[in-house]
């Protein structure tokens, strides 16, 4: 089992910028993709971003293209979610996610999942 953990969530004004970082360890050979999910208050946890093992291949959910970009770190097994140009909809916990075989999605995230972090954006 691998075990992640985020970091650098906090208060943004929108229009403004904020890198997110999830550390993996444990089983981190098992690792193919990873990716990003949020949860805003009320609504279910929806899919933002994955990357796959190599870099290559990365996917977005539609409401972040453009502003959203997500990175890996393999020495570090650290994956990143640079986010710029926030907006109030983007205020939500903001979870990592591990999977092996294929990338993270919508339908079909990872198994493992980190504990959160919060990001709010005021207006």
């Known amino acids: 089992q691998v075990q992640l953990v985020e970091s650098g969530g906090g208060l943004v004004q929108a229009g403004g910028s904020l890198r997110l970082s999830c550390a993996a360890s444990?089983?981190?050979?098992?690792?193919?993709?990873m990716g990003w999910f949020r949860q805003a208050p009320g609504k279910e946890r929806e899919f933002v971003a994955a990357l796959s093992l190599n870099g290559k291949v990365t996917t977005y959910a539609d409401p972040v293209k453009g502003r959203f970009t997500i990175s890996r770190d393999n020495a570090k097994n650290t994956v990143y979610l640079q986010m710029n140009s926030l907006n109030p909809e983007d205020t939500a916990i903001y979870y990592c996610?591990?999977?092996?075989?294929?990338?993270?999605?919508?339908?079909?995230?990872?198994?493992?999942w980190g504990q959160g972090t919060q990001v709010t954006v005021s207006s």
């Open positions: 996610n591990a999977k092996s075989g294929s990338l993270p999605s919508r339908m079909y995230p990872g198994s493992s």
């Open positions: 444990g089983r981190t050979s098992n690792i193919y993709a």
